[in-house]
């Protein structure tokens, strides 16, 4: 990793200076449950990316430095460009976990208690998001007029904002952090610049990442670990995340192993779950996994 990077302080400017010496260099890649690339991003696009949802926030929804902004998206792309062009403007992003479909009236109440407890200015997401939060199912569950705007991120500005935000206190607020328990109750961590890049830092000394280095990744991109892995580290060290959303193994359970074996990738990140999902589903698929098998491995 270039030692320059050590002399920012602030992730923002780490991306921008990526932007302008690599920016054709990949930073992120993201599967499709058939294995293949559904789309990636570099340096530059991811930058560009960010300034056009820096110009939404700050010219079309008017907000502010320290506005905190609630990003609603899948596991994606969009989810980190959101995340930056936050920075770019200078609000405070909060990663939520979007309401599931088939269990609206179960899973969108906490999407509110988040935004509500965050005190969240507005909230950004996809088109199909929005409309699925406009929904009679959703109304009925939640009032939705209670809630801050809704920015629909698919329609983004064409040009750039007049000036990107330039921080100044790396003792001020990055993001918020939230995670819920299994028993529904809600933990809030407040993570400044300094303390995200100290994580990062850390990151990338323990697991040796540089810009050469390609990580697979099948972690849910909320909260903890997950979340810096998915949208921070690579813009801090350099290196290609291959992106695979754990919900994609519930239609495609070798979907992960797959990648890591098909793209040769050293490591990889997942969870627990991920493992316990990937080795049931494959477990069933037992006899029709035989004809492609090797015959020395099935005489053990």
Known sequence: MHPFVFQFLFLSEVLQWRAQTTPDHILYTLLSS??????????????????????????RAGLQEGDHVALVYPPGIDLIAA??????????????????????????????????????ACVMTTAVICKLLRSKEATATVDI????????????????????????????????????????????????????????????????????????????????????????????????????????LESNPALWLLAVSQLKVRDTFCSYSVMELCTKGLGLQTEALKPHMKPELLED
Request: aromatic share 8%; charged share 15%; hydrophobic share 40%.
């Open 83 to 120: 995340f930056y062009g936050c920075l770019y403007a200078g609000c405070v992003p909060i990663t939520v976990r979007p309401p599931h479909p088939q269990n609206i009236s179960t899973t969108l109440p906490t999407v509110k208690m988040i935004v509500e407890v965050s005190h969240s």
């Open 145 to 248: 007029r209670n809630w801050p705007p809704v920015l629909d991120t698919d329609d983004l500005p064409k040009k750039k904002p007049p000036a990107l935000y330039k921080p100044t206190n790396p003792d001020g607020l990055a993001y918020l952090d939230f995670s819920v328990s299994t028993t529904g109750m809600l933990a809030g961590v407040q993570m400044s610049h300094n303390a995200v890049g100290a994580f990062c830092r850390s990151v990338k000394l323990q697991c040796e990442l540089y810009p050469s280095r390609e990580v697979a990744i099948c972690l849910d991109p909320y909260c903890g670990l997950g979340f810096v892995l998915w949208c921070l580290c690579s813009v801090y060290s350099g290196h290609q995340s291959i992106l695979i959303p754990p919900v994609e």
């Open 34 to 59: 058939r294995g293949a690339v559904s789309s990636s991003l570099t340096c530059l696009q991811l930058h560009k990316r960010a300034e056009r949802v820096a110009a939404l926030l700050m010219e």
